[in-house]
């Protein structure tokens, strides 16, 4: 026999209620047709489920076995049911967001804690990787939505990628030079000095050496770290002239400079990325537009 949903819907109230007026009246039909849905499942069955008399409805010992077979079924829906609407309300859920360490810290941070502040009952899981495997980890589907920095090859046509941030990378650097304090010194200077940079797969290198290859400049890293945190940790004790973005560092409180060249290097973006053809979650959604209309 096929399963009728209907037929036991109908059955569920009635037995629930013991009355076919308080079953028509939760389902929004007639008694009527209450009444001839439960003698369509009788018949189906070919059992009597229900005791009727003028006074009551009471379940025969079928009936008492299909409802505590049907009960636990009914309220597993009602409770599927409960959780969407808690989804879509955003009262609960989770959002997976994948970017590197220095976007993670010093640019994310706010909109993290504005969205938690919003619907704090959302979890939120970051995982840090590079903004090159970010990719990768989208098209995995093993995250909502990456912020990476552009430019950034592996970005395809089947990603949307919305801009949210222009910034600029600055040359610093400590006490040890302190002779470019007050220079300004050709870009092609640069390599006169030692470089502290990025490993060779991140966006960030390839950016530098993209650049610096289009005005006939080759460099060659002293030093190559995995975060732009040790970069400036490793500056700040004099092992070299660093390129870091400038939102995420205060220069004078770290007691560093900008290192001031007659050249200057292309503005970046930030953007947050997502696959075109999957859809994302509500609060993956609410994220997004948290990042944007702060911006826009």
């Given at each position: 026999m096929?399963?009728?949903?209907?037929?036991?819907?109908v059955?569920?109230?009635?037995?629930?209620?013991?009355?076919?007026?308080?079953?028509?009246?939760?389902?929004?039909?007639?008694?009527?047709a209450?009444?001839?849905?439960?003698?369509?499942?009788?018949?189906?069955?070919?059992?009597?489920?229900?005791?009727?008399?003028?006074r009551?409805?009471?379940?025969?010992?079928?009936?008492?076995?299909?409802?505590?077979?049907?009960e636990?079924?009914?309220?597993?829906?009602?409770?599927?049911?409960?959780?969407?609407?808690?989804?879509?309300?955003?009262?609960?859920?989770?959002?997976?967001?994948?970017?590197?360490?220095?976007?993670?810290?010093?640019?994310?941070?706010?909109?993290?804690?504005?969205f938690?502040?919003?619907?704090?009952?959302?979890?939120?899981?970051?995982?840090?990787?590079?903004?090159?495997?970010c990719?990768?980890?989208?098209?995995?589907?093993?995250?909502?939505?990456?912020?990476?920095?552009l430019?950034?090859?592996?970005?395809?046509?089947?990603?949307?990628?919305?801009?949210?941030?222009?910034?600029?990378?600055l040359?610093?650097?400590?006490?040890?030079?302190?002779?470019?304090?007050?220079?300004?010194?050709?870009?092609?200077e640069?390599?006169?000095?030692?470089?502290l940079?990025?490993?060779?797969?991140?966006?960030?290198?390839?950016?530098?050496?993209?650049?610096l290859?289009?005005?006939?400049?080759?460099?060659?890293?002293?030093?190559?770290?995995?975060?732009?945190d040790?970069?400036?940790?490793?500056?700040?004790?004099?092992l070299?002239?660093a390129?870091?973005?400038?939102?995420?560092?205060?220069l004078?409180?770290?007691?560093?400079?900008?290192?001031?060249?007659?050249?200057?290097?292309?503005?970046?973006?930030?953007?947050?990325?997502?696959?075109?053809?999957?859809?994302?979650?509500?609060?993956?959604?609410?994220?997004?537009?948290?990042?944007t209309?702060?911006?826009y």
């Open positions: 096929a399963l009728n949903y209907e037929l036991y819907k059955f569920y109230q009635v037995a629930v209620n013991l009355s076919f007026s308080e079953a028509a009246e939760n389902l929004y039909i007639s008694q009527s209450v009444s001839q849905n439960i003698k369509s499942l009788e018949k189906e069955l070919k059992t009597e489920l229900f005791i009727r008399s003028t009551n409805v009471r379940l025969t010992e079928a009936g008492k076995i299909l409802f505590e077979h049907i636990p079924a009914f309220n597993l829906i009602e409770s599927g049911e409960k959780s969407i609407r808690e989804i879509n309300s955003l009262e609960r859920g989770e959002i997976h967001i994948g970017a590197n360490d220095t976007i993670s810290k010093d640019y994310l941070l706010p909109y993290l804690n504005k938690h502040q919003l619907y704090p009952e959302i979890q939120i899981q970051i995982t840090n990787r590079t903004s090159s495997t990719i990768d980890l989208l098209q995995q589907s093993k995250v909502d939505l990456i912020i990476s920095n430019p950034n090859s592996k970005i395809t046509e089947q990603m949307e990628c919305q801009e949210i941030f222009s910034f600029n990378d040359f610093i650097a400590g006490s040890e030079f302190k002779e470019l304090r007050e220079k300004e010194i050709k870009l092609r640069i390599k006169n000095y030692p470089l940079m990025l490993e060779a797969k991140t966006t960030t290198r390839k950016f530098l050496e993209n650049a290859t289009k005005l006939d400049i080759e460099i060659e890293a002293a030093v190559e770290l995995g975060s732009v040790l970069l400036i940790e490793m500056t700040k004790i004099g070299g002239i390129l870091v973005p400038e939102y995420c560092l205060d004078k409180e770290e007691g560093l400079f900008k290192v001031k060249t007659k050249e200057k290097l292309p503005a970046r973006k930030l953007a947050v990325i997502k696959m075109k053809n999957i859809p994302i979650s509500k609060s993956a959604d609410k994220f997004i537009q948290i990042i209309d702060v911006l």
